[in-house]
């Protein structure tokens, strides 16, 4: 894809940036203690770090207290980790659980945040408006684990093909089974959202090509696998699987086209 950079980019502009040395961080106590009116629960699973238990009814109020309180800042999401405790010794609780480990990139200090799943009711909220980060680790998680997270804008398979059935790190899914993909997915919808996340607008929609047989791949033409062509004030470029940086004869656009937004 061919486009010209924002206005501040291609001019050179550039920002100061100030930094400052990481400060002594509150201890378990003090975190627990800041989080009293919570009511948190420490989890005694974890035996070498500090993991509070809280309801999934509470827990965007948790992430945003502990994100912009001064004393705290957890600025960072390192991940969205589901657990499954099917066949976890002497366990008696629900079956799954989502742990959300956060940092200060301020304070010497780290707690995980951990929410019990139901099996007959794996729902979360999504925090992925609260945190970039979550965005593509909810969708993991759904992925692998089959929880859903509530608000999430796009929870659509990661790491598994759009073909798969179920979701393979439960404890029951059966671990020699293999799932082939025979059709490979375009993705056009999410080339559009990124797109339009970008300032650009779809001016046209040409008809998508739903890929075919894996074993057939050899036998398309390269010209045949373009999906869009993005148009800016600079010239054009084809977006695709390996498609040339092209447009249609005397200036018309294959398949969907979108307009860049000027700067």
């Known amino acids: 894809m061919s486009a010209h950079p924002p206005a501040a980019a291609a001019h ?20 627990l203690a800041k989080l009293a009116h919570f009511n948190p629960e420490r989890d005694p699973r974890d035996r070498w770090g500090l993991t509070v238990i809280v309801p999934a009814s509470r827990l965007r ?5 502990l994100r912009d309180d001064a004393e705290l800042r957890f600025g960072m999401l390192l991940d969205v980790v589901g657990i499954d405790y099917l066949a976890f ?15 200060s990139v301020a304070y010497r200090h780290r707690v995980t945040l951990k929410v019990w799943v139901e099996e007959e ?3 979360v909220p999504s925090l992925h ?5 979550a965005d593509w680790a909810e969708r993991e998680t759904w992925d692998q684990y089959g929880i859903v997270f509530i608000g999430h804008p796009n929870l659509k398979r990661l790491l598994n093909h759009h073909e ?24 056009v919808d999410q080339l559009e959202a990124q797109l339009k996340r970008r300032g650009y607008t779809v001016v046209e929609r040409g008809e998508a090509h739903n890929g075919v ?17 993005v148009k800016t004030s600079g010239g054009a470029g ?17 398949a969907g086209t979108v307009a860049g937004a000027k700067s």
């Open 12 to 31: 050179g502009a550039s920002t100061a940036i100030t930094t400052q040395a990481i400060q002594p961080g509150l201890s378990a106590e003090q975190l």
């Open 61 to 65: 109020e948790v992430v945003r207290h």
């Open 238 to 254: 084809a977006v695709g699987a390996g498609a040339p940086a092209t447009t249609g004869a005397a200036g018309a656009a294959p």
């Open 89 to 103: 010794p002497d366990h008696r609780g629900a079956r799954y659980a989502v742990t959300y480990p956060l940092k």
């Open 164 to 187: 798969f059935v179920g979701h393979p790190l439960r404890k029951d899914y059966p671990c020699q089974k293999r799932q082939k993909l025979s059709t490979n997915d375009p993705m």
């Open 129 to 133: 408006d609260l945190f970039k980060s």
């Open 121 to 123: 009711d794996a729902k």
């Open 213 to 229: 047989p894996i074993s057939a791949v050899g036998s398309v033409p390269l010209g045949d696998r373009t999906t869009a062509t």
